[in-house]
């Protein structure tokens, strides 16, 4: 789930709690950098801060629905009269949290936007004899819970939502890699290989076929469709 983050003052533990809840975290601290950013990239979801170094969040967000954006956006800041709530929201703001923000509500906020922009009525994910939670980010097989490492539980996330289809390769390494990650040229087939692992010893009855030179697509096995 791709986040851009337009703030200055926000701890390294809530930009590491993003990132252990499943979310790619671009960083900006700008107005400038923020547009940049946006314009460069598919984003899920915004994090704003009101005051920033070269002008008004609100006004940046303002523009951004002028012009047609509809990506779901959370106000974080220090001011928490009522006229600034109203304002925050009449600008096209999702949902305001005071600072300092919890990162467990934080996280179940943006999980909910993420729920309800999406259109999801029933969030459980079923292919073959795997379930998946993506806003509990929990996985079963044939009703044994799996544990799967982060990354390649973003992975699997982004197979299953294109179940049947190929997904790029360009598109996985776009959703799951930040700006600020520092990415090896192998690091996609290395989390694609753990998560083969993974699905394989837990008896999983689904696949990763490699498209070569085009990317990846999650199927049923043989057994499955038998």
Request: glycine share 8%; aromatic share 6%; net charge negative.
């Amino acid at each position: 789930m791709r986040t851009l983050l337009v703030d200055t003052d926000l701890t390294r533990a809530v930009r590491g709690a993003l990132g252990d809840g499943g979310f790619a975290v671009d960083v900006v601290g700008t107005l400038e950098q923020a547009s940049s950013a946006f314009f460069s990239a598919s984003y899920e979801i915004l994090l704003l801060e009101l005051v920033l170094p070269d002008g008004d969040g609100l006004d940046w967000l303002r523009q951004l629905r002028s012009d047609g954006y509809s990506v779901p956006a959370v106000i974080m800041s220090r001011l928490d009269d009522l006229e600034k709530r109203i304002s925050v929201f009449n600008s096209g703001a999702d949902d305001f949290l005071r600072k300092p923000v919890s990162t467990d509500e934080l996280i179940a906020r943006m999980r909910a936007l993420l729920r309800r922009s999406t259109q999801i009525t029933c969030p459980i994910i079923e292919f073959g004899n795997l379930h998946f939670d993506p806003i509990g980010r929990q996985v079963s097989v044939d009703g044994h819970p799996l544990m799967i490492a982060r990354r390649e539980l973003c992975i699997l996330e982004h197979l299953l939502n294109r179940a049947g289809r190929i997904v790029p390769r360009a598109r996985l390494e776009d959703q799951l890699y930040s700006f600020n990650d520092e990415v090896s040229g192998n690091a996609l087939e290395a989390g694609i290989y753990r998560l083969r692992g993974y699905l394989s010893r837990s008896g999983a009855t689904l696949r990763i076929r490699t498209v070569r030179g085009i990317g990846y697509v999650l199927e049923l096995t043989d057994a499955s469709s038998a």
